[in-house]
Structures are given as structure tokens and as C-alpha cells.
Nanobody
Framework: QVQLVESGGGLVQGGGSLRLSCAAS????????VVWFRQSPGKEREFVAM???????RYADSVKDRFSISRDNVKNTVYLQMNSLKPEDTAVYYC???????????????WGQGTQVTVFS
């Protein structure tokens, strides 16, 4: 069982930066892949970035070269550094954890509560 808590969201002007954190409980956190998804009103939840248990990383095309995902297994935390933010990045950001390398939201059982990111122009 893994419990996840996101933090770091907020209001930022376009071009700015935010760093989201996903703090996990559980002794086996290092064995999980952790994925960031986001969802804006009226849209489906979409993949943003992923880091596997072996530290492989994947990004959505829309955030590649702007966002960076990392993990600290000592602190049981995954970070999402978001730079050059755009208004279209506005969404609720969720982290999820699972024992597989996949970017489909429905596969994941462990979710955080989400953190709101709002980017204004």
C-alpha cells in the first residue's frame, strides 16, 4: 500500500516555474514507477511525465524540454520541475504509483489528491 501527497502547486505567470512534489509513504516506494498526470476542466486526464523504479524517464511531447521529473528514494519523494510554463499547462496535477511501466491512468491504483497549477498570461 502506498499513500501519495502532492504539493507545490500555485498561481504563476507564463514563463515562470514551479516544482511539484509527490511524497509517498511505504517502505517499497523505490520499487514503484511514479507518474504525473494532469486534468483540466472538460478534458480527460493526460500523461505528463514518468520515472520508473530504474530511473528511466518519459515525457509527454507537450512538456518535453520544459519539465523534468526526478526521484529521491531516501525521501520517498518524486519531483516535477516545471519551467517555461504556459497557460495551457493549467490543470490539476496528480501523481500515481504502480508496479508497471505504463502511461494509462486507469492502470494505477495509488493516487494523490491533486494540486492545482494555474498559469496566467
Amino acid at each position: 500500500q502506498v499513500q501519495l501527497v502532492e504539493s507545490g502547486g500555485g498561481l504563476v505567470q507564463g514563463g515562470g516555474s514551479l516544482r511539484l512534489s509527490c511524497a509517498a509513504s511505504g517502505r517499497t516506494f523505490s520499487r514503484y514507477a511514479v507518474v504525473w498526470f494532469r486534468q483540466s476542466p472538460g478534458k480527460e486526464r493526460e500523461f505528463v511525465a514518468m520515472v520508473t523504479w530504474s530511473n528511466d524517464r518519459r515525457y509527454a511531447d507537450s512538456v518535453k524540454d520544459r519539465f523534468s521529473i526526478s526521484r529521491d528514494n531516501v525521501k520517498n519523494t518524486v519531483y516535477l520541475q516545471m519551467n517555461s510554463l504556459k497557460p495551457e499547462d493549467t490543470a490539476v496535477y496528480y501523481c500515481a504509483a504502480g508496479n508497471f511501466n505504463a502511461v494509462v491512468p486507469n492502470l494505477y491504483s495509488f493516487w494523490g489528491q491533486g494540486t492545482q497549477v494555474t498559469v496566467f498570461s
